[in-house]
T-cell receptor, first 114, second 112 residues
Framework: KQEVTQIPAALSVPEGENLVLNCSFT??????LQWFRQDPGKGLTSLLL?????REQTSGRLNASLDKSSGRSTLYIAASQPGDSATYLC?????????????FGQGTTLQVKP | KAGVTQTPRYLIKTRGQQVTLSCSPI?????VSWYQQTPGQGLQFLFE???????NKGNFPGRFSGRQFSNSRSEMNVSTLELGDSALYLC???????????FGSGTRLTVV
């Protein structure tokens, strides 16, 4: 049974710092991995999608890496800003393209202080 | 283009009642999934519909059900509401295959 873990559960950093959020999964047979952002009481906003054949994806100040063999993904945020404060969730999709089931981690709540 | 639309945004119901939530996916998306989010359990998969057929189901009691219409819009129904059903219910849609998922803003259900 696939399990997804995110460490740390919470993180507080001063503005301008570079930071890394971690996501680990127990079954390496994944189809892809997606990082999301969630603001309090809101829905999920997709940040980056990494296919199982890819090693990393970049969007602006965000970079996500994937190491399937070790069951790990990291989300790197460069030059953090107060507007980055939110909960970040990673989710894995199983080893088939025809399933709509994502397995989520519990999230990392990030606070960036001005 | 329009995103995933969920209605209503907020709902307050009494124990024992039933509720229906609605989700309109992005145009062209045929896969619609539903998730329940609570502080204790996080995000949990409820079920997925594809071309009007339930393709996957999570580990929830039979009080939770859903359906999908020919235009891909989906509804989920919860009967005999319990206090523990209070949660944010999120809907996501996707193209088939290697594409990612787009989520709606959710419906906040409070059972009193």
């Amino acid at each position: 049974k696939q399990e997804v873990t995110q460490i740390p559960a919470a993180l507080s950093v001063p503005e301008g710092e570079n930071l890394v959020l971690n996501c680990s999964f127990t079954d390496s047979a994944i189809y892809n991995l997606q990082w999301f952002r969630q603001d309090p009481g809101k829905g999920l906003t997709s940040l980056l999608l990494i296919q199982s054949s890819q090693r990393e994806q970049t969007s602006g100040r965000l970079n996500a890496s994937l190491d399937k063999s070790s069951g790990r993904s990291t989300l790197y945020i460069a030059a953090s800003q107060p507007g980055d404060s939110a909960t970040y969730l990673c989710a894995v999709k199983g080893d088939s393209s025809n399933t709509g089931k994502l397995i989520f981690g519990q999230g990392t709540t990030l606070q960036v202080k001005p | 283009k329009a995103g995933v639309t969920q209605t209503p945004r907020y709902l307050i119901k009494t124990r024992g009642q039933q509720v229906t939530l609605s989700c309109s996916p992005i145009s062209g998306h045929r896969s619609v999934s539903w998730y329940q989010q609570t502080p204790g359990q996080g995000l949990q998969f409820l079920f997925e519909y594809f071309s009007e057929t339930q393709r996957n189901k999570g580990n929830f009691p039979g009080r939770f059900s859903g359906r999908q219409f020919s235009n891909s819009r989906s509804e989920m129904n919860v009967s005999t509401l319990e206090l523990g059903d209070s949660a944010l219910y999120l809907c996501a849609s996707s193209l088939e295959g290697s594409y990612g998922y787009t989520f709606g803003s959710g419906t906040r259900l409070t059972v009193v």
